[in-house]
């Protein structure tokens, strides 16, 4: 499977209201840099998207209280054409993950980090953190929550990755992409259609340690679109589409499939979630990233 930051996922908040607390309300613009969507707006290219769903922008700490949903699905499958196995032949088995996640970001600019983040896929394995201001909570599919002070930025991590599953699914398929621009009714967003492109482009494959893996794999159908904010170029919904099949040396072919469907509204500002009362410390272990964190600081006379 592609290794994208929506594939192996995690799950459920047993201490928050389950009913999502969203809105269509466009989030304020807030000054963000909007360079990549005027260029993108002048001539609508694969490489000019990406870049626009690539944009850095603080996450959360300017836009105030949001919330982000995705469902991605990845299936892969022994080409049809293949003939029936023989003894001792190593035949190739479908695969199918369902991965869904959830983030709620409650702090409004300027204050400390508040959210909450839930990731789970369909074979039972799952993840959520709960970050609250100086404390992370975190807990694992079957586990009960643990909590410890805030000391690194792993949590960073999982924010990024999971306003990057739009920019995934679309570097995927760029190859094989083809963008248009379609503006909605209003000027509520800036719809992006995607479809498949006749001629495929090798200079959009990623390099590094999937460049292989994409090069065997030959887009054959693209179909959704991608909503701009019409002011920063931001996205706010996703619904894609993927089929292509993937034929390698000395390898059996393989079809697969992928879809998405994500969307970032925002989240009403009175929304909290209790932190677990039941949550255990961590156990207490040497961490030498932590020690010498503090050591320098004594050094620095801080």
């Known amino acids: 499977m592609p290794a994208w930051p929506v594939a192996w996922a995690l799950l459920g908040l047993g201490c928050a209201d389950p009913t999502p607390e969203t809105s269509a309300t466009p989030f304020p613009d807030s000054g963000a840099d909007s360079s990549n969507l005027a260029t993108f707006r002048a001539r609508p290219t694969v490489d000019a998207l990406l870049a626009l769903l690539e944009q850095r922008h603080p996450v959360g700490r300017t836009r105030g209280p949001y919330r982000l949903a995705y469902s991605a699905t990845f299936e892969l499958n022994p080409s049809a054409d293949l003939p029936p196995p023989k003894v001792g ?78 920019f995934d699914i679309v570097e995927f398929a760029a190859p094989n992409l083809s963008v248009a621009i379609r503006d909605r009714p209003g000027g509520a967003a800036l719809r992006i259609e995607l479809t498949r492109a006749v001629d495929r482009d090798e200079a959009r494959l990623p390099a590094g340690a999937h460049k292989r893996w994409r090069q065997a794999a030959n887009i054959q159908h693209v179909a959704g679109y991608v909503d701009l904010e019409p002011s920063t170029g931001r996205w706010t919904a996703a619904e894609i589409e993927l089929e292509y099949a993937v034929n390698r040396a000395n390898a059996m072919p393989l079809n697969g499939r992928t879809s998405l469907t994500a969307s970032i509204g925002a989240l009403d500002p009175q929304h909290r979630f209790p932190t677990p009362s039941d949550a255990e410390p961590i156990p207490e272990r040497r961490r030498p990233e932590v020690e010498r964190a503090r050591l320098l600081r004594g050094l620095g006379g801080i």
């Not at 990731?119 to 909590?147: C, F, P």
């Not at 792993?154 to 739009?166: D, P, T, Y």
């Open 89 to 166: 032949d190593r035949y190739p088995q479908p695969q199918k993950v369902v991965d869904e996640l959830e983030l709620r970001w409650a702090s409004a600019a300027g204050e400390p980090d508040r959210f909450y983040l839930r990731q789970a896929n369909d074979h039972l394995v799952s993840r959520e953190i709960l970050v609250d201001a100086e404390k992370m909570y975190t807990r694992r599919q079957g586990g009960g929550w643990v909590v410890g002070p805030l000391e690194t930025r792993h949590h960073e991590r999982r924010l990024k990755e999971a306003h990057r599953c739009v």
